[in-house]
């Protein structure tokens, strides 16, 4: 016969089990991985290697080629401030007002996702080679 204690608590574990699986949980980016993007992106003022136009609530082109040490130009071609921020660290063109224009450099190869710090739905990625 078993106890009623065993009986919760085998419930108990078959709920949390349960709640294991399944992928809508989401986690923040760890140190590590946060630590490494900031290593490899820096602002940068230089004239720009690659061009992206801000506009109309686009990054034109939002997928951007470059390869390490390239000069990434934002510029905010639209009427409103914008940035391009990436998703995990720090690096960041800041906030670009009409008419400005940032740069972001890249020490090591990889694929970069990046937003407009301001409007969350504006988004894009940097394959650097």
Sequence with gaps: MIR???KVLALFAMFALAGCGGSAATSAPSAAATSAAA????????AGTVAVSIKDFEFAPAA???K??????????????????LDVGDCST???????AGG???????TY??????HAAM??????S
């Design 104 to 110: 972001l450099t890249f020490s090591a190869a990889g």
């Design 68 to 85: 390490v040490g390239d000069v990434i130009t934002f510029t905010n071609a639209g009427g409103v401030k914008h940035s391009a921020a």
């Design 123 to 128: 988004t894009g990625t940097i394959q650097i």
């Design 113 to 118: 996702a990046f937003h407009c710090q301001i």
């Design 64 to 66: 951007i080629t470059a």
């Design 94 to 100: 800041g906030i670009l007002a009409a008419g400005a």
């Design 4 to 6: 009623r204690s065993t």
């Design 39 to 46: 290593a490899t992106c820096t602002p940068s003022t230089a």
